[in-house]
């Protein structure tokens, strides 16, 4: 995922890049990282699959950011 594919997915979330940063459990410095046009792109994969799914989910499902959002937190602990 290139920093413009992340800008992109956020805004169809309507997130800002801090607000991104809580969703994704990462911080708002990260998620400006990511979004930054001057720097390599390094985005990790769980992150472009993280926003694919939230975007299907609200989008296609009309899920809510926070049920989203719990419903990764699940996932993601479901890893441990």
């Given at each position: ?9 956020i ?23 990511w ?5 390599p792109?390094?985005?990790p ?13 609200k989008e ?21």
């Open positions: 995922m290139s920093p413009q594919e992340y800008r992109d997915a805004a169809r979330l309507g997130l800002s890049q801090v607000r991104a940063g809580v969703f994704l459990g990462a911080t708002d410095r990260t998620s400006r990282r979004a930054a046009t001057d720097e792109s390094s985005i994969g769980s992150v472009a699959l993280a926003l694919a799914l939230a975007i299907c989910l296609q499902h009309g899920m809510e950011l926070d049920a989203i959002r719990e419903l990764l937190g699940e996932i993601t602990a479901d890893d441990d």
